[in-house]
């Protein structure tokens, strides 16, 4: 109950005090995935328990719209959030502008909403560069707790949080 009051607070105040349509982007990694097959693993035990441990997390959020990247291990994160918050899911693909042209599409499509992107140890920072123009540490292989939230106001101007989400089993 603390984490989701938690995530509350850091939504609440990066509202922008003005008012005017705010956008609430929020990036996480898959959970964590199976060895095999190496190609599409799906999610392990621990993940599908994560996984359903970050719906609770976002269960205050208001989330309208959750991309996913087309892996299993992406998906099997983001069907839990879908479900709980009857979010639209929206499969994307991993192209070579795939950051650019995610951070592009939320800015068009998702004003004044609360989108969820689950992505991998590469993509998720790549896409919080492509908001906000800020540099995020690479996530290792073996991080799975990191939440990022962006915020973007109406002017255009970003504001990001990093949580570190307790998610683990």
């Given at each position: 109950k603390r984490i989701v009051l938690l995530l509350g607070l850091v939504i609440?105040?990066?509202?922008?005090s003005l008012g005017g349509a705010q956008t609430t982007v929020i990036l996480v990694r898959h959970a964590e995935k199976e060895d095999a097959p190496p190609t599409d693993p799906p999610?392990?035990?621990?993940?599908?328990?994560r996984a359903t441990r970050l719906a609770e997390y976002l269960s205050t959020a208001n989330v309208t719209t959750v991309y996913s990247t087309p892996f299993a291990r992406?998906?099997?994160?983001a069907a839990p959030v879908v479900e709980a918050a009857?979010?639209?899911l929206?499969?994307?693909?991993?192209t070579g502008n795939y950051a650019t042209s995610m951070a592009q599409r939320i800015k068009t499509d998702n004003v004044g909403q609360t989108v969820v992107v689950v992505g991998h140890s590469n993509t998720t920072?790549?896409?919080?560069?492509?908001l906000t123009g800020v540099d995020v540490p690479a996530i290792p292989e073996t991080d799975y707790g990191?939440?990022?939230?962006v915020t973007i106001a109406a002017d255009g101007k970003t504001s990001l949080f990093t949580v570190s989400a307790p998610l683990a089993s």
């Open positions: 609440t105040l990066a509202a922008p999610l392990a035990i621990e993940g599908r328990n992406s998906l099997q994160t009857k979010a639209k929206v499969e994307t693909q991993v920072p790549q896409v919080v560069k492509a990191n939440l990022y939230i």
